[in-house]
């Protein structure tokens, strides 16, 4: 039988309280990759921080999984900085556990962009080369004896229109059944919120697409756990 998981990265932002309704309604909990800056500056709301803590902290109480996105997102080859900026994001965490009355506890990771190679240009006797060399991050996480929660599916959700829910939902059906045949479960890597870049912060085509979801998974009897949690 289908099994998957959902998961949500760089929250809070407009969208995240749509999904904790979705969610809510439907029963399931999640996994939300929480962006420290998004959470602490509310760069998504004009910097109304409290309605950004407060939405954060309806994630952990009502029960989901609350993970370390970073605090700042920065990009792979800032990786002699993604320590320093895990840490501070592991404490935005932290403090919400604590604020919400939850134990400490060990807490999810997911680098922004996720694992990937590094494409550089290094000099060579005849000019230069390009190399491409295993994501450096990987080294830092190790160093920190953490390990990454990854995912079996990106659907580039931050790129979608208000009108593009049903069509994600459809991609994300066939993720899970092809997962399935395989006898794997599906780790869905979506988003609730954004950066600021060109893209923007609001996912109304994810919130209508896990919803959708939701719908046709109960239909099916198709199950669902939580990544991350214990």
């Not at 500056?41 to 952990?60: F, H, K, N, S, T």
Request: hydrophobic share 40%; net charge negative.
């Amino acid at each position: 039988m289908p099994r998957f998981a959902l998961t949500f990265d760089d929250g809070p932002g407009p969208s995240t309280a749509a999904l904790l309704d979705v969610l809510r309604d439907a029963g399931i909990q999640a996994t939300f990759f929480v962006l420290g800056r998004n959470a602490m500056e509310a760069p998504w709301c004009g910097g109304d921080v409290a309605r950004a803590r407060a939405l954060a902290l309806r994630v952990v109480r009502e029960g989901h999984c609350a993970g370390n996105h970073s605090y700042s997102h920065l990009k792979p080859d800032r990786w002699r900085e993604v320590a320093a900026d895990l840490r501070r994001g592991d404490q935005v965490v932290r403090d919400l556990r604590r604020e919400a009355g939850l134990p400490d506890g060990p807490i999810p990771v997911r680098l922004p962009y996720g694992i990937r190679l590094l494409e550089q240009t290094i000099a060579a006797p005849t000019g230069t080369v390009n190399a491409v060399t295993l994501d450096p991050r990987v080294a830092v996480l190790a160093s920190m004896g953490l390990s990454h929660l990854h995912w079996t599916s990106d659907f580039d959700d931050w790129t979608l229109q208000a009108g593009d829910g049903a069509a994600l939902a459809t991609r994300m059906i066939e993720h899970i059944e092809s997962n399935a045949r395989l006898g794997l479960d599906a780790v869905l890597d979506l988003h609730d919120s954004g950066t600021g870049s060109s893209f923007g912060y609001e996912r109304p085509a994810t919130v209508e697409g896990v919803r959708l979801l939701l719908a046709e998974a109960t239909r099916r009897g198709w199950t669902t756990f939580t990544a991350g949690h214990g």
